[in-house]
């Protein structure tokens, strides 16, 4: 069974720390993505990569990096934690030029900031 | 990437076919039509996508008029199960560089025993 994983359901922070939110996947997908989901926003595109080393800022960027070293993951990287950073954060993966339908999502982590 | 328009919640009973209807007036001709399911605490889950006519598989059917500017998820017989976020996306399939999703707010539906 592919899948995304992610490496936390469940996280807890202090303003202020640097945050890793990692993503694996084993589909062999070249595009990567990062997505925060909070209540009556839906879902908005923080940064996405379509290769290797290569990142693409989203809507959302700030406050945010990434990190793609190999092909299977891409690591969210919260420089220095706010309280306003607290959301679930999504990872999905897809083939490139595939039909939408090529987006697989990982659980979820959900982080608090406090 | 076409903006979609969906009611914000719906309400049904076990064994009710449910219809959920998405209007995406600016569709692009290279534009197929996706539909996701969410449920809490998990990721979107892809259920259909179409590009015109109808669309059959084990879980939904989609309905897609002549002029592509809205499209119909039909769920039959939903059960308790089937309550969760439903997303309608429009998008170029053709397009790289990440084929970007952008998601709207979805519907929600709740299925009733």
């Known amino acids: 069974d592919v899948k995304v994983t992610q490496s936390s359901r469940y996280l807890v922070k202090r303003t202020g720390e640097k945050v890793f939110l990692e993503c694996v996947q084993d589909m062999d997908h070249e595009n990567m993505f990062w997505y925060r989901q909070d209540p009556g926003l839906g879902l908005r595109l923080i940064y996405f990569?379509?290769?290797?080393?290569?990142?693409e800022k989203g809507d959302i960027p700030e406050g945010y990096s990434v990190s793609r070293e190999k092909k299977e993951r891409f690591s969210l990287i919260l420089e220095s934690a706010s309280t306003n950073q607290t959301s679930m954060y999504l990872c999905?993966?897809?083939?490139?030029?595939?039909?939408?339908?090529?987006?697989?999502f990982g659980s979820g982590t959900r982080l608090t900031v406090v | 990437l076409a903006k979609t328009t969906q009611p914000i919640s719906m309400d049904s009973y076990e064994g009710q076919e449910v219809n959920i209807t998405c209007s995406h007036n600016?569709?692009?001709?290279?534009?197929?039509i996706t539909w996701y399911q969410q449920f809490p605490s998990q990721g979107p889950r892809f259920i259909i996508q179409?590009?015109?006519t109808k669309v059959t598989n084990e879980v939904a059917s989609l309905f897609i008029p002549a002029d592509r500017k809205s499209s119909t998820l039909s769920l039959p017989r939903v059960s308790l199960s089937d309550t969760a976020v439903y997303y309608c996306l429009v998008g170029d399939s053709r397009a790289n560089a990440g084929n970007m999703l952008t998601f709207g707010g979805g519907t929600r539906l709740m299925v009733k025993p």
């Open positions: 990569s379509y290769d290797v080393k290569m990142k």
């Open positions: 600016n569709i692009a001709t290279n534009d197929y």
């Open positions: 179409g590009y015109k």
């Open positions: 999905a993966s897809s083939l490139p030029g595939q039909n939408n339908y090529g987006y697989t």
